[in-house]
Each structure stands twice: as structure tokens, then as C-alpha cells.
């Protein structure tokens, strides 16, 4: 990466990376997926409550801590983890007494992940932040109503709702709105919410939003319910979902889609020329588009090219927009059939950009300290961005060069920082990969609310898909143990390590002696079937394939029967499925005193022993309760002693 | 009366005493129903010792002439053990004894005064309970009620006897049984030594749902103690069967750490028996506050077998 940048700002860089970048960067560290609190959900947290967390990450099998210092002081000892065994794990604390402390919001938790087998394998996660609030009120929904009344609404039409909320001591109280049920790929980036009144504790608000085109409504229907929220700065999120609306789509040409295809990467100054690439259901619709919110219809309209598949590709010169602001305005597009019947769409928006400069890179670089990525590695990208306005910016990955086929790529972007963004992502499978190389460039896009977008792809890695060096040769398992401690052996590369794992549960690594090539290490199994397998690392952490076979531990079966209440003669039977060489049985009475005892020598699974029922000196032993001491030696030479009760009579 | 005499008189009645137990031999000289089990932590601690020398309110399910040593007012006496490995059984005792001080007149400074005596004999009342364990959920219970009498007797000696009811049940068909025991003791001081014995069961008889009906086995716990230093005694006894032949040879010393309420025990024990002869050791402490007295504890027992854990709690209303 340093390469890149000239070389006077390479000390800056790594200043900056190591100021962003608290951790030591480590091959094999643990890759953060993304953290989220399940419970309270809506609201901030209380003292004395229990919270719930589901922190993902790449593998099962972590040791797992949460710091709730900065939530509590650590008033509520330590949480309890619980691995799903899928990645995902769940973190559960009650928070202690947080009555000293003030309620806020953007408390971090940081989520330490270690891997047990060696705990220099960690990593930090301080993405999650969560709302202190122990004593704040949140909002309270008092009414809600769609303005005019009206409840039939067609593509393009305003959607307008009023909403009265209850907000006294409600900290920066927000109303939003979820109309997915009614736009599957709804966004509130294109609500429009604008205060009426906020007296006496109760404050009213407009919600506007266009519904957008047929291409991203929903089927047409009676009584689609629009949920209504209520939010603050501590978390509080209220629903109200008591609205509905008739959706009308039938008849007016129906508008799908529509986007800017130029200009790219900005946004739309004075004399631009504007393309609109927007899809209706026919190409027989004639489309007008309306740019009298860009430039007050100062510029002129080139040309509306109607193509094949219903697309109509629009051009536009601007006027001067001088005096005009920068900010985001809806391009009106009116569509008219051979009937005359007509819909007008403004979902469509488009930046005018005159003057606000473009997020600032600041840097980004890799968390491994290698550049040869292999498939199965975890790949984390550091970025660091600025914004000159203060815009907000979202981070796109640059992947393309390195994967061909991003389809279902699982990348995680969480931003850690004010401006620094961590992606997260592990590499796919070989064929899903560009062919090997070096010097592949990878990257991460930012975008800003006002159409602004910057690439930075000079991130130079390597991609290695041949196999590493030789896989481990394993000696052979016996198929079948009795013990719950097995010694795993065999042979590897001496530059390359070892990894064990039994039901992908438990990883550890092997060391392999250099001398020998040898590695050895004891596994524990669990009674049953263990799935036991291992692969070979080089010093990169590529893998080889996984080797993998199973063994069964027998579960040593320790019985001891006989009849309640014993009676002179009855039979002692010892069971032992692993096998005994002796066996003693001892009779005492409750003072201690030793009545009579009875052995058997051999090899066997099971004895047969008889008390006659007396005791030392012959005579018959009185009725009541007595303890019988049971000790077996197994072949091995290890003793095994239980005490058993007995309850004796002579009513033979 | 000399030593002597009162060493002569004690040795015949304790072969007397012990010459009745060994005549009501049961069919098994080993404990079966109804063991002869230390009911209080001290006496655990000092290896069984106090069976045949008890004193205060403990002696209701000891020697019962230990009601009239040493003891100057009512008292309660509670504990709980726990015994040997598995946490099959369990074991409560609980006593009372309410000692009589006759008033006697007393000469002080040229006036007649009557004031309470020394006590003269006592009456105790005595509970415990065995709880055990059977496969299969069942279970056994073995409840003994107690009521103990001791007095002075001429030669300066005391004696005591003690009627037990016992009941048996266990819950595999409900059976069990029912019966008496009785027990009797005999203690004085020669030549600075305490020396006691108590015949336990010299009489009894149980009678059983299921099994054949019998006695249960006799035994002699005799013991002697004997001040050594300030706060520290020194104990020897031993356990008879009703054939003359020794079950247990204790050992045992008490020491109260002077200036504090702590009183240390320990004791080693030696097991004789025709199969398995085996020695263990008791250990165990005792903390006095006000009329409280608290204690523990503990005797390793066969090989195996586990310790046996034991809990209790004196009061003593002076």
C-alpha cells in the first residue's frame, strides 16, 4: 500500500494507522462480522437489566469477552457467553446499579475474541455502541393521520402523514416512517420529515415520501400498513403501526426504475449534460421528465431516446444554477400512454453539486501484515476518510479485480471511528476467485449524500490458490478408545504448524520439530463419535485440505446390581465395560466394622458375587442397613471404588 | 474410703454390668439395625471415648452418669452428620436433661441461707434419626427415643440407666420393626482419674416385619480420663464385645487453648475385627460463646468407606 502514496506521507500513514488501528496486526486474528443488541430492544439500557448481544464473527469456537465498563463501571460482574457453534455467539449480562452515571448515548462495548489455543490470536471489536438510559423519558405516540384524508394512493403520488407525539424531556426526538410493506426495497433516505409544532411537550410532524415506481411497489392491494416511528437519541425506537393505505397501480403506465447514468461520480453542476437511464413497462409510453427543481428548467431538454425492454434514455443540458444550494432535488418523470392516461413519478433525485468538495482519503491499508491472500483468509481493510462539509459517508468495497463473481459475498463495513471504516470479509472458495496474480488492486469507494464518490483501489495483494506445501500425513487412530485422552501424531513439512480440530469445535495448533518433521499433540474426546481432523499452515496461515477421520470413545459402563432388600445368598452382579482384572466387594455396618468380603480374579466384564449373609465370626448378620464398598482394578491397574447402600434381611 | 476399695467396688460392678450384657448375646456380635453410633461432634472427635465417659447434656445418649458430672444447669444439645462416602446416610441427635440441685442450707457469715446444691441426679430425653438411602429411590429411617436417668450413688460413684424405643422402616414394601434397648452405666473418680463404663443394650428385643425376631448386639464402652496440664486432658478407652473380645482401643486428648473459648480434639483409634484390623483417626473442635458451644467433627473410617462428617450445637440454660 505504501507504495502508492509518495514517500514523505508514508510516516504519516503509518501514524495514522497505527493511531486508528489499536491492534497489532496478526495473521489468523479473529474477523468481526458485526455485533447487535437483541434485548432491550427499542430502547436504551437500564440499570439492573438484562441485556442480550449477538456478536458474529468467522468462526465458532472463540473465547469471547465483552467490556461493559464503560456502560456500568463493571457493576455487573461478568457476562455470561454462549457460542452457537455457528459464529454467532450470545452475550448476556444484567447491568449493575447505573444511577451515578449520566444517560447517553454511543457507549462502546468492546468485543474481545481470542482463539483458545492461542491467545495471541485476538481481536477488538468497538463497533457496537449501545444507549445508557436509566431514567429518561422516551417518546410517546399520541396520533397519527394521513393529511387530506385521503387512503387510494397511485405510483408517484405524495404520501403524506402528520404525527403527534408526547416528547416532553425526550432527548432530540426524530419521527420516522417504515414503508417496506408497501416498498420492498424501502429506504428513509427519501422521507421528507419537516416539523409543524412542538409547544407544551408535544410536538407534531409532516412525513412526506413519493411512492416510487410500479418496478418497486408491491402488488396492488387494499390495506398495506405503514408503520410510523418514534425515535431519540437514546435509542428509543417506538412504533406505531395503526395505518394503512389502498394501493392503485392499474391503468397509468407503470414506471420500474429509474438512475443517473451521467453525470458520474459528482454531482450535477451548472451546463452539465444530464443522462437518465429510466424503465417503464412499454417503449410506447412517452416520457416527460420536469427538472424545474434542479435548475428551474433553465437548461434544455437534449433528447428522450426511447431503446428496447421499455428503457427511455433522457438527456439534459443544465442552466445556471448559480445563487442555487447544493442539495438533493427530485427530477419529476411523467409517463403517457396511447390512452392518455398518465402517472407521474418523483422518486427519482439527483444531486446539485456546485460547489461541495468530495470525501478526502486519508488513508487504507490491510490489517495483516502480508500481501499473499489465499482462499479461506480473512482479508480486513482499514480506511480512513474525511469529509470537507461534514457530509456523511458510506463505504462501498472494491473487489472486483480480486473476485469474480461477488455474488453472495458476505462484507461486513462497520465504521469504528468518526472516519474510520474497518471491512471485513473472508475470501471465497478458489473458483469463485480471479486466477492467481500479483499486484491485484482492491479498494474501497466512499459516497456521499450528495452524490460525491471517490475510489481509492491502489491496495496492491497477492492471490495464491495452489496448495501449500505437502498435508500432513497423520498416523492412524484406532477406531475405537476407551480413553478420554488421545495422542495425535504424525508427519509435516518442519516449516509449517498443525492445525487439530474434532467437530470443528476445538482448534488448536501442533508445532512440527523442524528436525524431524514430526508433530504430536494430545486430544480430548468426548463419549461417542469424534469427528477429528487437521490441515497443515505455512507460515502465511494457507491451508492445506483437511484430513479427517473418526473415532469412537467407549463410554466406560460401571454397573452394580443387586436385589433391595439383599437377602443370605443373593449375587452381587459387577458390571464394567472396560474390562476388570479384580473385583472386591466389602460388606461393612454403619459403626464401621467390616462383615464379610467377597473377591474375584480374572479377566472379565462382569462378576458374580455371593454374601451368604454372615458376618466375620459366622454368624448371620442382624436385618438393617448396611454399606457395601465395590472396588475394581482394571488391566491397566487403575482402581475404581463406589459405596452402595444395602438393606438386609433374613427372611429367606 | 480409700482408692482402692472404690477401684475394687467400680471393677465389680462394671464385670457385673458387663457380665449382664455379654447374657444377652445377640445371634451376631456386629451391629446391624441401630449401630452404636457417636451421636455428638465431640465424641466423634474424641474417637468414641465419651460413649463410656460423657458429660452434661451429650451423656442423655452417651453414659448417662455423665448427666450428673460435671453439670450444674438444663441444657439442649443438637447435631447433624453426615456419614461416609456417597451421601447415603444421614444421622440427627438431639437431646435434654434436666439436672435436680436440691437446696441445702448454707452458713454465711453467722446467717442460715438455703440455697441450690450440687446436682444429685438428672433426668435426660433423647431423639435421633438415621436416614438412608436404597437403589431405586427407596429408602430406610431408623428413630430412637431415649429417656435417661443418673444419679449419685454411695463409694462416691454415679450410675445411670437410659430406655430406648426404637422403630425400623424402609419404604421397599413398608416393613421395618420395633423394640426396647437398655442401657446402664457406672463411673467414679479413683486416684484422680475419671473411669466410666456403660453395657449398651444389656436387655432388648426387636421384633421385625420380615425378618426373624432377636436382640440387638450388646457392647461395652469403658473409658478413663485424666487431667494432664491446665486445660488439657488425656483419654483411653476401649470398646467390648459381649464376648470379652476388644472392638475398637481409643486414644484421645482435649485441649481448651487457655484465655479462649477453642477446644481442640484429637484422637487415634485401633479396630479390631476377624477380617480386617485397621486403625483411623478423629479430629475435631469445639468453640464456647456464652451459652453456646458450637462443634465439629470428623473420623476417617475404612478404606473406601469415606469419613464421617458430624455438626452440633450445645446450650446450656445457666
Known amino acids: 500500500m505504501l507504495r502508492t502514496v509518495p514517500p514523505i506521507s508514508r510516516v504519516l500513514w503509518i501514524l495514522i494507522a497505527c493511531v486508528a488501528a489499536c491492534e497489532p496486526a496478526v495473521a489468523a486474528n479473529p474477523v468481526p462480522i458485526g455485533s447487535a443488541v437483541l434485548m432491550p430492544s427499542g430502547r436504551g439500557i437500564g440499570s439492573l437489566e438484562t441485556i442480550r448481544i449477538a456478536t458474529r464473527w468467522d468462526s465458532a469456537g472463540y473465547r469471547i469477552e465483552a467490556d461493559f465498563r464503560a456502560l456500568d463501571g463493571g457493576a455487573g460482574g461478568s457476562p455470561a ?18 444511577a451515578d452515571s449520566s444517560d447517553t448515548s454511543g457507549v462502546v462495548i468492546p468485543i474481545m475474541a481470542a482463539n483458545p489455543s492461542n491467545p495471541a490470536e485476538s481481536f477488538t471489536d468497538r463497533s457496537l455502541q449501545v444507549c445508557r438510559n436509566s431514567g429518561t423519558p422516551i417518546p410517546v405516540h399520541l396520533e397519527t393521520w394521513i393529511r387530506d384524508g385521503q387512503s387510494r394512493f397511485t405510483p408517484g403520488e405524495s404520501l403524506i402523514v402528520r404525527t403527534r407525539w408526547m416528547t416532553e424531556g425526550v432527548q432530540r426526538f426524530r419521527p420516522s416512517a417504515d414503508f417496506s410493506r408497501l416498498v420492498p426495497d424501502f429506504r428513509e433516505f427519501d422521507l421528507r420529515v419537516n416539523l409543524i409544532r412542538d409547544t407544551l411537550g408535544v410536538s407534531e410532524h409532516e412525513i412526506a415520501f413519493r411512492i416510487p415506481g410500479q418496478g418497486r411497489l408491491v402488488e396492488e392491494s387494499n390495506g398495506i400498513p405503514l408503520a410510523i416511528l418514534g425515535r431519540d437519541a437514546l435509542c428509543s425506537e417506538v412504533r406505531f403501526e395503526g395505518l394503512s393505505i389502498d394501493l392503485r397501480t392499474s391503468g397509468a403506465p407503470k414506471f420500474y426504475r429509474g ?8 454531482g450535477v453542476r451548472s451546463f452539465d449534460t444530464i443522462e437518465i437511464v429510466t424503465q417503464w413497462d412499454s417503449t410506447t409510453v412517452r416520457v416527460e421528465p420536469d427538472f424545474a427543481l434542479l435548475d428551474g428548467g433553465a437548461g434544455g431538454l437534449a433528447s428522450v431516446r426511447d431503446s428496447t425492454g421499455g428503457f427511455h434514455i433522457i438527456r439534459y443540458t ?10 438533493r432535488v427530485v427530477v419529476a418523470l411523467s409517463g403517457f400512454n396511447a390512452l392518455a392516461d398518465s402517472v407521474t413519478d418523483r422518486s427519482l433525485e439527483i444531486c446539485r453539486n456546485l460547489a ?3 470525501p478526502t482519503h486519508l488513508g487504507s491499508w490491510t490489517r495483516e501484515d502480508r500481501k499473499r491472500f489465499r482462499p479461506g483468509d480473512s482479508l480486513v481493510i482499514f480506511s480512513r476518510w474525511s469529509h470537507p462539509a461534514g457530509l456523511p459517508i458510506t463505504l462501498e468495497p472494491l473487489l472486483s479485480n480480486l473476485i469474480a463473481d461477488g455474488a453472495g459475498l458476505a462484507v461486513a463495513v462497520s465504521q469504528r471511528g468518526v472516519d474510520t471504516f474497518l471491512v471485513s470479509m473472508k475470501l471465497p472458495a478458489k473458483d469463485r476467485l480471479v486466477p492467481d496474480g500479483r499486484d491485484i488492486r482492491i479498494g474501497v469507494e466512499a459516497l456521499d449524500t450528495l452524490c460525491n464518490r471517490v475510489r481509492f483501489d491502489s491496495l496492491l495483494i497477492e492471490l495464491d490458490t495452489t496448495p501449500p506445501s505437502t498435508p500432513p500425513t497423520f498416523d492412524p487412530l484406532p477406531p475405537e478408545t476407551n480413553v478420554a485422552l488421545i495422542r495425535v501424531s504424525g508427519t509435516a513439512p518442519g516449516s509449517s504448524r498443525v492445525a487439530i480440530v474434532r467437530e470443528n469445535l476445538f482448534r488448536f495448533y501442533a508445532p512440527v520439530d523442524p528436525s524431524t518433521e514430526r508433530f504430536e499433540t494430545e486430544l480430548e474426546l468426548t463419549p461417542g463419535r469424534n469427528q477429528v481432523g487437521g490441515w497443515g499452515e505455512d507460515e502465511l496461515g494457507n491451508k492445506t485440505v483437511t484430513a479427517t477421520s473418526q473415532i469412537v470413545r467407549l463410554v466406560v459402563e460401571r454397573t452394580t446390581t443387586y436385589p433391595t432388600p439383599f437377602r443370605p445368598n443373593d449375587e452381587i452382579l459387577v458390571g464394567d465395560s472396560g474390562g476388570m482384572t479384580k473385583v472386591v466387594a466389602r460388606i461393612y455396618n454403619l459403626e464401621g466394622d467390616l462383615l464379610a468380603e467377597m473377591e474375584k480374579e480374572g479377566a472379565f466384564l462382569e462378576a458374580r458375587l455371593t454374601w451368604d449373609g454372615r458376618d466375620a465370626q459366622g454368624d448371620l448378620a442382624e436385618p438393617g442397613y448396611y454399606l457395601m464398598t465395590i472396588r475394581r482394578a482394571s488391566a491397566t491397574g487403575k482402581i475404581h471404588e463406589e459405596v452402595s447402600p444395602m438393606l438386609f434381611r433374613d427372611d429367606e | 474410703m480409700t482408692s482402692k476399695a472404690r477401684f475394687a467396688a467400680l471393677a465389680a460392678l462394671i464385670g457385673v454390668i458387663h457380665a449382664l450384657a455379654a447374657a444377652g448375646v445377640a445371634r451376631a456380635e456386629t451391629a446391624g439395625a441401630f449401630p452404636g453410633l457417636d451421636p455428638w461432634p465431640s465424641s466423634i472427635a474424641l474417637g468414641g471415648i465419651p460413649m463410656g465417659l460423657g458429660e452434661g447434656v451429650e451423656a442423655v445418649l452417651q453414659n448417662p452418669t455423665g448427666m450428673v458430672a460435671r453439670t450444674e444447669a438444663p441444657g439442649l444439645a443438637f447435631s447433624h452428620a453426615s456419614l461416609f462416602k456417597g451421601g447415603f446416610v444421614r444421622h440427627q441427635a438431639a437431646a435434654g436433661l434436666w439436672p435436680r440441685r436440691p437446696r441445702q442450707p448454707v452458713w454465711t457469715g453467722g446467717t442460715v441461707s438455703h440455697r441450690e446444691g450440687p446436682v444429685t441426679s438428672a433426668f435426660g430425653l433423647g431423639f435421633t434419626n438415621l436416614s438412608g438411602d436404597l437403589p431405586g429411590d427407596e429408602t430406610y429411617g431408623e428413630m430412637t427415643i431415649a429417656i435417661a436417668y443418673a444419679r449419685h450413688i454411695p463409694l462416691g460413684l454415679r450410675s445411670g440407666g437410659r430406655l430406648r424405643w426404637l422403630q425400623a422402616r424402609s419404604t421397599v414394601d413398608g416393613s421395618g420393626g420395633a423394640g426396647y434397648a437398655l442401657d446402664v452405666g457406672l463411673e467414679g473418680t479413683i486416684a484422680g482419674m475419671r473411669v466410666g463404663g456403660v453395657a449398651r443394650a444389656i436387655a432388648s428385643e426387636i421384633r421385625w416385619d420380615r425378618s426373624s425376631d432377636g436382640p440387638i448386639p450388646s ?15 488425656l483419654y483411653g478407652g476401649a470398646i467390648l464385645r459381649a464376648d470379652w473380645s476388644v472392638r475398637r482401643v481409643m486414644a484421645a486428648a482435649a485441649w481448651t487453648i ?14 479390631q475385627n476377624d477380617l480386617e484390623d485397621g486403625s483411623d483417626l478423629s479430629a475435631g473442635a469445639t468453640i464456647q460463646v456464652g451459652a453456646f458451644e458450637a462443634a465439629y467433627g470428623m473420623r476417617s473410617g475404612p478404606e473406601g468407606l469415606g469419613e464421617i462428617h458430624r455438626f452440633g450445637l450445645t446450650v446450656a440454660f445457666r
Do not use: C, Q
Open chain 2, 219 to 233: 457392647a461395652f464402652d469403658l473409658a478413663i480420663e485424666r487431667p494432664i496440664l491446665r486445660g488439657l486432658k
Open chain 1, 259 to 266: 438512475s443517473v447514468r451521467a453525470p458520474s461520480g459528482r
Open chain 1, 81 to 98: 457467553i454462549h457460542d452457537s457453534l455457528n459464529g454467532t455467539y450470545l452475550i448476556v449480562y444484567t447491568t449493575g446499579s447505573m
Open chain 1, 318 to 327: 443544465t442552466g445556471d444554477m448559480a445563487g442555487l444550494p447544493d442539495e
Open chain 1, 356 to 358: 461541495t468538495p468530495p
Open chain 2, 258 to 271: 487457655p484465655g479462649s473459648p477453642l477446644t481442640l480434639l484429637a484422637s487415634p483409634g485401633w479396630r
